[in-house]
Nanobody, 123 residues
Framework: QVQLVESGGGLVQAGGSLRLSCAAS????????MGWFRQAPGKEREFVAA????????YYADSVKGRFTISRDNAKNTVYLQMNSLKPEDTAVYYC????????????????WGQGTQVTVSS
């Protein structure tokens, strides 16, 4: 069982930056691939980024590539999402997720989810 708690959301102007954190419970954090997803009002949840178990590989949705960076610190049981050059269309609730065997696309196959943190980007 893994419990995930996101933090770091807030209100930021377009062009600004935010850093989201996701703290995981348990002693097996390094056995989980981690992902970030988001859901805007009236839209389906979408994949944002993922990172492999050791942190050696990362994957991004085309919409955030070059602006967002996912990283993890296995010693701290924490995964991060650094978001730069934010746009109003990035406004959403952001969720982190953990999975031992995500799909080959890294966008599905996650078993545990956090409660989400709101990110609002004003124009």
């Amino acid at each position: 069982q893994v419990q995930l708690v996101e933090s770091g959301g807030g209100l930021v102007q377009a062009g600004g930056s935010l850093r989201l954190s996701c703290a995981a419970s348990g002693r097996t954090f390094s056995s989980y691939a981690m992902g970030w997803f988001r859901q805007a009002p009236g839209k389906e949840r979408e994949f944002v980024a993922a990172i492999s178990w050791s942190g050696g590989s990362t994957y991004y949705a085309d919409s955030v590539k070059g602006r967002f960076t996912i990283s993890r610190d296995n010693a701290k049981n924490t995964v991060y999402l650094q978001m730069n050059s934010l746009k109003p269309e990035d406004t959403a609730v952001y969720y982190c997720a953990a999975g031992q065997t995500p799909s080959s696309s890294w966008s599905t196959g996650y078993d545990y989810w956090g409660q989400g943190t709101q990110v609002t980007v004003s124009s």
